[in-house]
Nanobody, 120 residues
Framework: QVQLAESGGGSVQPGGSLRLSCAASGSNLRINSMGWYRQAPGKQRELVATITTTGSTNYADSVKGRFTISGDNAKNTVYLQMNSLKPEDTALYCC??????????????WGQGTQVTVSS
């Protein structure tokens, strides 16, 4: 079993910053990548940013230049530094993990999410 523990969400004013953390636990995780997705009420879940264990990153166009994803392989932890936050960033942010369960076979795992609210 894989478990994801998320933290760092909260309420901030526009232009403020938050740092999200997601720590993965379990045996023989064999992680390929971790990342963050977000979902606002009534809207589809969307990708925010992902990072592989080798350091390759991917960002949604809407957050490029404002958000930075990083990881600590030794701690099986991923971080999302969010700067210059906007009201449209308000959403439940969920951690995602992709791991190899067999040769050529991958599986997705999701955290319960941490709420980010940006308002004046």
């Amino acid at each position: 079993q894989v478990q994801l523990a998320e933290s760092g969400g909260g309420s901030v004013q526009p232009g403020g910053s938050l740092r999200l953390s997601c720590a993965a636990s379990g045996s023989n995780l064999r992680i390929n990548s971790m990342g963050w997705y977000r979902q606002a009420p009534g809207k589809q879940r969307e990708l925010v940013a992902t990072i592989t264990t080798t350091g390759s990153t991917n960002y949604a166009d809407s957050v490029k230049g404002r958000f930075t994803i990083s990881g600590d392989n030794a701690k099986n932890t991923v971080y999302l530094q969010m700067n210059s936050l906007k009201p449209e960033d308000t959403a439940l942010y969920c951690c995602n993990l992709v791991r190899e369960v067999w040769v050529g076979v991958r599986a997705n795992y999701w955290g319960q999410g941490t709420q980010v609210t940006v308002s004046s």
